[in-house]
């Protein structure tokens, strides 16, 4: 079973940035694909973004890209999403996944690829 912990969540003025984490003992040994998803209340999980195995791959969602920034450091088993220029809209609560499949931009933002899921860690973004 493969634990994941987000952090870095917390509440920010619009145009703010914050740092999200996503931790796991096995990230790197087991190759897996993360994403990183959010929802909002009264709202269905949406996909934000994504990345291969080896970092090397990444995909946003629209209403991100340009703003957020995915990486991970396998060395440290931690997968990050930069989020600049954040907007009210931003808000929700983040998790990260994780799935042993091939990486693919067809369905790495899909919220049921995803075997392994995080709490995760709320993002208010206000005045």
């Known amino acids: 079973q493969l634990q994941l912990v987000e952090s870095g969540g917390g509440l920010v003025q619009p145009g703010g940035s914050l740092r999200l984490s996503c931790a796991g003992p096995?990230?790197?040994?087991?190759?897996?694909?993360i994403g990183w998803f959010r929802q909002a209340p009264g709202k269905e999980r949406e996909g934000v973004s994504c990345i291969s195995s080896s970092g090397g791959t990444t995909n946003y969602a629209d209403s991100v890209k340009g703003r957020f920034t995915i990486s991970r450091n396998n060395a440290k088993n931690t997968v990050y999403l930069r989020m600049n220029s954040l907007k009210p809209e931003d808000t929700a609560v983040y998790y990260c996944a994780a799935t042993a499949h091939a990486f693919s931009s067809d369905w790495c933002r899909v919220t049921s690829e995803y075997r392994y899921w995080g709490q995760g860690t709320q993002v208010t973004v206000s005045s």
């Open positions: 096995a990230l790197t040994t087991n190759y897996y694909v």
